[in-house]
């Protein structure tokens, strides 16, 4: 794959009480990624935008919510979440300055 697709494979961090956890105390950092992303290619993404180095990656297909608009009943888009353990030595900051 180019640089320009791996570049589109991660969508955004996910930034929650657990996942900030994880980060702080396994190096295990959380994304939200693509629907057809494998796990090459999320280790290869992060490796080129971070410039780390991946240990594993673990990815979950995530389904969306069911909700109600009035009357209407409607439900969230599917999702999938990437949990990415980095090698020891090597950080991501993902704080906002």
Do not use: C
């Not at 190096?27 to 991946?54: G, I, P, S, Y």
């Not at 240990?55 to 009035?70: E, H, I, P, T, W």
């Amino acid at each position: 794959m180019n640089q320009l697709a791996l570049m589109k494979v991660l969508l955004a961090p996910v930034i929650s009480e657990k996942s900030t956890g994880l980060a702080d105390n396994e190096n295990r950092f959380v994304f939200k990624v693509r629907k057809d992303a494998t796990k090459l290619q999320v280790r290869k993404a992060v490796e080129l935008m971070f410039e780390v180095e991946v240990d594993s990656v673990q990815l979950l297909n995530m389904k969306g919510k069911a909700k109600r608009f009035g009357r209407l009943a409607g439900k969230r888009s599917d999702w999938k979440k990437a949990y990415v353990r980095l090698k020891p030595g090597h950080e991501i900051d993902l704080s906002i300055s």
